[in-house]
C-alpha cells in the first residue's frame, strides 16, 4: 500500500506572476520617458544639429532645444557632447538613441501596416510618425484598456476621469482609422485590428521601459526586473541557481516567473511582456521571428514512489506497463508526444492517463501517495529523487531526450537584468549537468 500522504511545503525563489503584472506596471508607472522628447532626441543625433532638426520637425528651434534638455534633466544624463562641430552623442546619448532605434521601429511599423490596409489613406512615408502616436500617456492608456477591458478600473489607474480616457482612445482610433474595440457583455474588447495595435504599442512600451536601466549599466549598476518565462524543465535546478547566482552580484534587480502554458508566453515574449523563456525548446522557423539557445538536454524517465512494488520487478520494459495509471504530459505538450512514440513504434495504442498534468506539486502529491507512474525529466523531481521519497524505473526508453534551452525575441535587445540572468542561466547550467550526471551515476 502506498505511504500517507505528508504535507510538503516549497519556497518560491521568485515572485510570480503573468505578464499581466508586468505590463500593469509599465502602463501606470509614471516614469516612462516622453516619447515628442525622445523623437526630437533622434533627430538631433542623426542630424547634428538642433537647427536641422527643427527644420525637419518644422518646429522652432528652441522648442527641439528645450525637448532635448528636459529629456536630459528627467534622465539626470547629459545626452550631447556641445561643440562649435554640432551636438554630438555622449556614451549616455548612444545608449540611449540605440533603444530608441528599437522604440520608434516599432511605431513606424505600426504606421505602415494600418496605412497599407487602407486604401483611401496616403501610403506611409518610411521613419514618418503623426503626433497622435508620440503621447506616453495616451498609448498606457491604451495598454490598460486592453487589459482591464473595463473604463472606470482603467480610468482609476491614472487618476483621470473616464471621459479623459474615452478621449484617448478616440485620438488613436481618429488618427489610425481603425476602431480598436467594441463592447460586448464581457466588457471593452479588442478588435481583430486593435489585437495587432497593441502589440506594437506593448513593444514599443517596454522598449522604453529599459531606457533607465541601460544608463545605469553605463554606470555598472544592473538594475530594473527581468520576467522570466520558466516551462518545467527549467524550473527546478536551473533558474533557482541561476536566480540566486545572478542575485548575489546584483541585488537590485527584481526577478518575476511566468509559468504560463507555452503559447501563451511565446505571445508575450514577441509583446516583450516577458524577456525571455526557459525550458524545453519547440522548433521555431526563420517566420517566427524567435531564436533559440541549446543549453542542455536530458532524457524522460518514468517515476514512481521509493517503495512502490514495481521497484522489485526485474527487467521491465514498457510493455509491462500499460495497465498502471499514468500521470502525463497535456495532450499538446512535446513530452507527451514523445512518451506516446514509445508504444507506437510497437504498433501498440497509447494508454490513456489518469491524469494530466504539469504541475509539479500535484506530481509530487500523486506519486507520493499513490501507486501510479508518471513520465518526465528525472531533473522536474530531483531533490525527491535524491532524498530517495521517488525513484526512477529502470525501463529504458527510445528517442525521448528533449533540449532545453532559451528561447527568446530574434529582434530587439535585451535589457542589461536579463542579460545578467541569461549570462547567470548558462554558469548554472554547467552546475546543472555536472549534478546530474553525478546522480544518474
Known amino acids: 500500500m502506498p505511504k500517507p500522504c505528508r504535507a510538503q511545503t516549497t519556497r518560491h525563489v521568485a515572485a510570480e506572476a503573468g505578464p499581466a503584472a508586468r505590463t500593469a506596471s509599465s502602463a501606470s508607472g509614471k516614469d516612462l520617458l516622453n516619447l515628442t522628447q525622445l523623437r526630437a532626441f533622434r533627430l538631433v543625433a542623426d542630424m547634428g544639429s538642433a537647427t536641422h532638426a527643427a527644420a525637419a520637425l518644422f518646429r522652432a528651434q528652441s522648442a527641439v532645444t528645450r525637448s532635448v534638455q528636459e529629456l536630459e534633466t528627467a534622465l539626470g544624463e547629459p545626452l550631447f557632447d556641445r561643440g562649435p562641430s554640432g551636438m554630438l552623442p555622449t556614451p549616455v546619448g548612444r545608449a540611449v538613441l540605440q533603444r530608441c532605434e528599437r522604440i520608434f521601429a516599432e511605431l513606424e511599423e505600426l504606421v505602415l501596416w494600418y496605412s497599407a490596409r487602407q486604401a483611401r489613406r496616403r501610403p506611409a512615408t518610411e521613419g514618418a510618425l503623426p503626433a497622435y502616436l508620440l503621447n506616453t500617456r495616451r498609448l498606457q492608456l491604451f495598454v490598460a484598456l486592453a487589459r482591464h477591458r473595463h473604463m472606470p478600473s482603467t480610468a482609476k489607474t491614472f487618476g483621470l476621469s473616464q471621459p479623459a480616457v474615452s478621449m484617448a482612445i478616440r485620438v488613436l482610433e481618429s488618427g489610425s482609422g481603425l476602431n480598436l474595440f467594441h463592447r460586448s457583455p464581457r466588457g471593452i474588447l479588442l478588435t481583430t485590428e486593435g489585437e495587432t495595435f497593441l502589440l506594437h504599442v506593448r513593444r514599443a512600451l517596454n522598449e522604453l521601459r529599459h531606457v533607465p536601466d541601460d544608463i545605469a549599466a553605463l554606470r555598472g549598476k544592473i538594475q530594473g526586473s527581468v520576467t522570466v518565462g520558466a516551462l518545467p524543465l527549467g524550473r527546478t535546478l536551473i533558474l533557482p541557481r541561476a536566480i540566486g547566482r545572478m542575485s548575489a552580484l546584483h541585488p537590485g534587480v527584481r526577478v518575476v516567473t511566468d509559468e504560463s502554458a507555452y503559447d501563451i508566453l511565446v505571445a508575450s515574449l514577441r509583446a516583450g511582456d516577458i524577456d525571455f523563456i526557459l525550458g524545453a525548446l519547440r522548433d521555431n522557423?526563420?517566420?517566427?521571428?524567435?531564436?533559440?539557445?541549446?543549453?542542455?538536454?536530458?532524457?524522460?524517465v518514468l517515476l514512481v514512489r521509493s517503495d512502490h512494488p514495481l521497484m522489485q520487478a526485474r527487467n521491465l520494459t514498457i510493455m509491462d506497463l500499460r495497465d498502471v495509471q499514468w500521470i502525463l504530459p497535456r495532450s499538446n505538450a512535446p513530452a507527451r508526444a514523445l512518451f506516446e512514440a514509445q508504444f507506437k513504434r510497437m504498433k501498440l495504442k497509447p494508454p490513456m492517463p489518469t491524469v494530466e498534468t504539469?504541475?509539479?506539486?500535484?506530481?509530487?502529491?500523486?506519486?507520493v501517495c499513490t501507486d501510479m507512474v508518471a513520465a518526465l525529466s528525472a531533473q522536474q523531481l530531483h531533490y525527491e529523487v535524491q532524498s530517495g521519497q521517488l525513484a526512477a524505473l529502470g525501463v529504458q526508453l527510445h528517442n525521448s531526450r528533449r533540449e532545453i534551452g532559451l528561447t527568446m525575441r530574434a529582434a530587439g535587445t535585451p535589457s542589461p537584468a536579463a542579460r545578467a540572468l541569461i549570462d547567470a542561466i548558462r554558469l548554472s547550467v554547467v552546475d546543472v549537468t555536472r549534478t546530474v550526471s553525478i546522480a544518474a551515476v
Not at 504539469?358 to 506519486?367: E, K, M, S
Request: glycine share 8%; hydrophobic share 45%; aromatic share 0%.
Open 285 to 300: 522557423d526563420a517566420s517566427s521571428g524567435l531564436k533559440s539557445e541549446r543549453l542542455m538536454s536530458e532524457d524522460i
Open 358 to 367: 504539469a504541475d509539479l506539486a500535484v506530481i509530487r502529491g500523486l506519486l
